[in-house]
Structure formats: structure tokens, C-alpha cells
């Protein structure tokens, strides 16, 4: 099993979609924070990621704090916003620009019925959708991930078929057939993992981060095997042994992709599994510090604190009492 798939197994996705978009050239709108959308959203606390599919037409995006660096995009294409950034999509240059913060409520009772806006012109059609997941989690892939990126999903069949299924459910979910919105939320998360797929597949030899260390096959081979039995008694030399390398050109390896040696990897990932299994289970501090691999409830306690800034206990607590 590979490391992406290893961490999106943990990763619990809530996707869906939201807005059925019919626009006609000049239009554009404004799009807040992600974080803006949760109190409307009937779903679980955490790290809100914004997608735009285009359909038909031409368009254009780009982050609020930098106008200046537009992505392009066409029909088949969607754009991600890793990190939630407010952001602008448009064509053109209306007199008007349509601020989504102010219509939310408007915007998400009415469902997927198409909602038309613009001059008349020259039409652009795009599905809306979001993820929302655990943010401890997210932050090992999510980390690396540039504040805007595009990837075309009609550049295969695969895509193209995903493409279309969200198209035909999102005009099916406008008549609220049962079971509908059950087949978007799959196909939302289907879309999240199928993007970051494709982002991957662009990245250069010169891009560092996670998900560029997975094109190396050494630092792959690594991060699978600590993702796969992440509290195993692993030593720098086996992980080397697993991956067909010696220890020293894995550390290179290692801290050239993800800035830090392969043993400080995997304590930090051991400590975020931890945050998860509190925030989630009732099982003891103990039994969880067992669990990812700490050999005493103490060891674990001093990690804890000094990745998070407060023992495991408190932790929970505190996640305990957020709405």
C-alpha cells in the first residue's frame, strides 16, 4: 500500500456538493475564508477545502491577497484552495462583484437548482464543493500544497467519467431523488483524492514537501512503511533496509523532501494519530500511547506537550468542550 493511500485511510473526509452555477460573461464573485462556510454547514468541526469544477466556458480565479497571480481555467478543470484562502472567480470585468459572504444561507438553501447570474454573454457553468477534515491530519498533506492549484480531468478517461458523474448527480440532487446526496458526498471525497492524484503527477524534480517526496522511491518506500505500521519499533536502519537504501541517503532523502530525518517524521506522526484517537475515542491516555507506539503513558505525555503545547488530557478536554 502506498503512503497516500496509508494517510487518506485515517483522513476523515465530509465532502460535498453545494452550488450549481450557470453564469454568463461579466460576471464574478467573491468567495470568504472557508472557515466561513462551516457555521452553515451541518458537519463536524474541522479544516474546510473549497473546489470549483468548470463544466462549460471559460473562467478565471485568483486569492484575494494576490490578485495578480490569475489561474486560467476551462471546461473540465477544477481549481482547489488547499489552505481555504478567500479568493475570486470570475470572467470578465463586471460593474459588480457578487460577495458570496453575504448570500451563504441564500446560497446553500437552495440547493442544487441552478443559480444564474452575469451579463448575458458568453456562458460558464461550475459545480461547487467542499471537504472538510480532521486539520491535525490534513496538515502532513495539505502542508505542502500551494494556496491555489488547477488539474484537468479530461485528460483521461477516468476523469472524464468522474467529470461526468458529478455533472448527471448534481442535475439528479436539484429534484432531491433519494439517496442522492449520499452519491455526491462520495463523489466529492472521489474528486479530493483523484486531484491530489493528478497535482502529483505535475510536480517537477525540483518540488519538495510530502507529496513530492512520494515521486522519490526511496522516501516513498519509507513513508509507506511508517504510515503502514506507524507504532512498530522502527530504527533509521530498517526503514533504510525496507526502502533498498542506506541510512545516510534516506536522511539526506528525507530531510531534502520533508525537512526533517526519518525518526523526527515519524514521532511527529505517531503524536498526531494520538490527537486523533483523543479527540475521538474514549480510550485512556495509556492505552492510546500504547497504540501508536510509546512505550510508557509518561513518554508519550512529554512528547505530547511539546508537539502541542499541552498534555494529552487537557487536550481532550478541551476538544471535548468545542461546539
Same mark, same amino acid.
Given at each position: 500500500?502506498?503512503? /497516500?493511500?496509508?494517510? #487518506?485511510?485515517?483522513? =476523515?473526509l465530509n465532502g460535498a456538493i453545494f452550488y450549481n452555477a450557470e453564469f454568463s460573461c461579466p460576471w464574478e464573485f467573491r468567495s470568504p475564508r472557508s472557515q466561513a462556510l462551516l457555521r452553515h454547514l451541518q458537519t463536524a468541526?474541522?479544516? @474546510?477545502?473549497i473546489y470549483h469544477l468548470v463544466t462549460q466556458g471559460t473562467a478565471w480565479a485568483f486569492l484575494e491577497r494576490d490578485p495578480s497571480a490569475r489561474v486560467e481555467l476551462s471546461a473540465g478543470q477544477v481549481v482547489v484552495f488547499p489552505h481555504g484562502d478567500a479568493h475570486h472567480m470570475g470572467n470578465g470585468s463586471p460593474a459588480e462583484i457578487f460577495d458570496d459572504e453575504h448570500h451563504l444561507a441564500d446560497i446553500l438553501s437552495h440547493g442544487l437548482a441552478p443559480a444564474c447570474y452575469g451579463g448575458g454573454g458568453e456562458p460558464t457553468n461550475f459545480i461547487c464543493g467542499y471537504f472538510v477534515c480532521d486539520p491535525q491530519l490534513?496538515? @502532513? @498533506?495539505?502542508?505542502c500544497l500551494p494556496p491555489i492549484f488547477a488539474v484537468d480531468l479530461r485528460a483521461d =478517461?477516468?476523469?472524464r467519467w468522474l467529470e461526468e458523474s458529478i455533472r448527471f448527480s448534481a442535475t439528479r440532487a436539484a429534484s432531491n431523488e433519494p439517496g442522492i446526496h449520499? @452519491? /455526491?458526498?462520495k463523489l466529492s471525497e472521489l474528486l479530493f483524492i483523484e486531484t491530489l492524484r493528478r497535482h502529483l503527477g505535475t510536480m517537477t524534480a525540483g518540488d519538495t514537501g510530502w507529496l513530492a517526496g512520494l515521486r522519490d522511491p526511496q522516501v516513498s518506500q519509507a513513508l509507506a512503511a511508517i504510515h503502514r505500521e506507524p507504532a512498530r519499533a522502527w530504527t533509521i536502519a530498517d526503514l533504510a533496509s525496507g526502502a533498498g537504501t542506506s541510512r545516510s541517503v534516506l536522511a539526506e532523502r528525507f530531510r531534502h523532501y520533508l525537512g526533517e530525518p526519518p525518526m523526527a517524521y515519524l514521532m511527529r506522526w505517531r503524536l498526531q494519530l494520538g490527537?486523533? #484517537? /483523543?479527540g475521538t475515542t474514549g480510550r485512556s491516555v495509556a492505552e492510546i500511547a500504547m497504540q501508536v507506539g510509546y512505550d510508557?503513558?509518561?513518554?508519550?505525555n512529554r512528547a505530547f506537550k511539546r508537539e502541542f503545547g499541552e498534555p494529552p488530557a487537557r487536550y481532550r478536554k478541551l476538544r471535548e468542550q468545542e461546539p
Open positions: 500500500m502506498d503512503a /497516500l493511500s496509508e494517510v #487518506l485511510k485515517l483522513v =476523515t468541526p474541522g479544516h @474546510v477545502i490534513c496538515r @502532513v @498533506v495539505l502542508g =478517461t477516468a476523469g449520499a @452519491v /455526491l458526498a490527537a486523533k #484517537l /483523543l510508557s503513558e509518561a513518554a508519550f
